[in-house]
T-cell receptor, first 115, second 110 residues
Framework: KAGVTQTPRYLIKTRGQQVTLSCSPISGHRSVSWYQQTPGQGLQFLFEYFSETQRNKGNFPGRFSGRQFSNSRSEMNVSTLELGDSALYLC??????????????FGSGTQLSVL | DAKTTQPPSMDCAEGRAANLPCNHSTISGNEYVYWYRQIHSQGPQYIIHGLKNNETNEMASLIITEDRKSSTLILPHATLRDTAVYYCIVRVSGNTPLVFGKGTRLSVIA
């Protein structure tokens, strides 16, 4: 099985722009979670989608949003970028059998740099 | 906030067992202990999880104390490829997000 695929791998944007990151989960997985990783704050949960519905949400401003498509692929969007949004954005997929995710499988992430 | 406490760093000689401790003194009866690791420039990787019994899989063993207030992850024969940050996480169920702390940076030395 192919792993979790995140695109692009690297991205450079300027302040005020918006960005869309993409995540393709493992085939058959229905849950996708997003995390932000920075040197100062570590790994922080953004949101989780299951069957196209947001199931959990972390403590991030409304500039961060996401969605999931019927094929389980997910996108996250950050609008009005700030310098502090520079981070590694990680996507994780889970089988969500009976709505539980005992194991999450992470992609390699998208490294976003905001200048 | 993370509900676990781990030492910030540890060293281990290659071929020896690596024992990574985790304190979770406020764990609830329905919370599981999960371990993930993150090798540089990669996403976290699931290792193992357990509720109260000791668990073993092809990667590691998880020893949970009887009072469940602490646990130890054991890598039986550490290799250089085991150098990573190891995260101990307590979690109610698969429906709740993973809350990562700062983890333990394990360095395996030749």
């Amino acid at each position: 099985k192919a792993g979790v695929t995140q695109t692009p791998r690297y991205l450079i944007k300027t302040r005020g722009q918006q960005v869309t990151l993409s995540c393709s989960p493992i085939s058959g997985h229905r849950s996708v979670s997003w995390y932000q990783q920075t040197p100062g704050q570590g790994l922080q949960f953004l949101f989780e989608y299951f069957s196209e519905t947001q199931r959990n949400k972390g403590n991030f401003p409304g500039r961060f949003s996401g969605r999931q498509f019927s094929n389980s692929r997910s996108e996250m969007n950050v609008s009005t970028l700030e310098l502090g949004d520079s981070a590694l954005y990680l996507c994780a997929s889970g089988p969500a059998v009976s709505s539980t995710n005992e194991k999450l499988f992470f992609g390699s992430g998208t490294q976003l740099s905001v200048l | 906030d993370a509900k676990t406490t781990q030492p910030p760093s540890m060293d281990c000689a290659e071929g020896r067992a690596a024992n990574l401790p985790c304190n979770h003194s406020t764990i609830s009866g329905n919370e599981y202990v999960y371990w993930y690791r993150q090798i540089h420039s990669q996403g976290p990787q699931y290792i193992i999880h357990g509720l109260k019994n000791n668990e073993t899989n092809e990667m590691a063993s998880l020893i949970i104390t009887e009072d469940r207030k602490s646990s130890t992850l054991i890598l039986p024969h550490a290799t250089l490829r085991d150098t990573a940050v190891y995260y101990c996480i307590v979690r109610v169920s698969g429906n709740t997000p993973l809350v990562f702390g700062k983890g333990t940076r394990l360095s395996v030395i030749a």
